[in-house]
């Protein structure tokens, strides 16, 4: 089964740009989803399909993937966007769904 | 509007069972696989499983298998998660999120609000 790995926490200063990382092994044809969850709140979600942004999120948050690196890009960091990232993907092969470990956006 | 509304606060003791529901609205309960996932307190996302509530097959994470099962009451587009042989490991918030099938592979939208149930003595 797939093993995420993200950094704990990314700081950045209001206006500038953050990016958070997801990474194993190698993705291949999989594609990884990011969730935003704020605190007391359940996730919602960001990008999907590495590069597809979900219905109503801005256009600040955008995503790629290089082939054992996903990255969420935050654009004009907000206050309102400090929150926890969650990156998601499907093994398909054992039918299982595993998210990364989390990390923590600080404005 | 798609929306997931679950039951409220639960306060176990250890050894007991747990039984959260999940009420679909805005969107046929049927549809779509409804999933199970998990936050202990300061804790990461843990997905638990799913259920298909048209025919009512379930695929539960080896870790839960054997104290979890998922089922639905379709008649009132409600979904439910039951889990047994509670410990304190097990107080967390617990989400119920629909299988989103736009684009390539499956993923989670939206979310229900999540109930909390806490293990205690």
């Known amino acids: 089964s797939y093993v995420l790995t993200q950094p704990p926490s990314v700081s950045v200063a209001p206006g500038k740009t953050a990016r958070v990382t997801c990474g194993t092994d190698?993705?291949?044809?999989?594609?990884v989803h990011w969730y935003q969850q704020r605190p007391g709140q359940a996730p919602v979600l960001l990008v999907y399909?590495?590069?597809d942004r979900a219905s109503g999120i801005s256009e600040r948050f955008s995503g790629s993937n290089s082939g054992n690196t996903a990255t969420l890009t935050i654009s004009g960091v907000e206050a309102g966007d400090e929150a926890d990232y969650y990156c998601?993907?499907?093994?398909?092969?054992?039918?299982?769904?595993?998210f990364g470990p989390g990390t923590k956006v600080s404005v | 509007q798609m929306q997931l509304v679950q039951s409220g606060t639960e306060v176990k003791k250890p050894g007991a069972s747990v039984k959260v529901s999940c009420k679909a609205s805005?969107?046929?309960?049927?549809?779509?696989?409804l999933h199970w996932v998990r936050q202990a307190p300061g804790q990461g996302l843990e997905w638990m499983g799913w259920?298909?509530?048209?025919?009512?097959?379930?695929n539960y994470a080896q870790k839960f298998e054997g104290r979890v099962t998922m089922t639905r009451d379709t008649s009132i587009s409600t979904a439910y998660l039951e889990l047994n042989g509670l410990t304190s490991d097990d107080s967390a918030v617990y989400f119920c999120?629909?299988?989103?099938?736009?684009?390539?592979?499956?993923?989670?939208?939206?979310w229900g609000q999540g109930t909390l149930v806490t293990v205690s003595s």
């Open positions: 805005g969107y046929t309960l049927t549809a779509y696989y």
């Open positions: 190698y993705f291949g044809s999989i594609t």
């Open positions: 259920i298909n509530p048209n025919a009512g097959g379930t």
């Open positions: 399909d590495d590069t």
């Open positions: 998601q993907v499907w093994d398909a092969s054992n039918d299982v769904y595993v």
């Open positions: 999120a629909r299988l989103a099938t736009m684009g390539i592979q499956p993923k989670f939208d939206p």
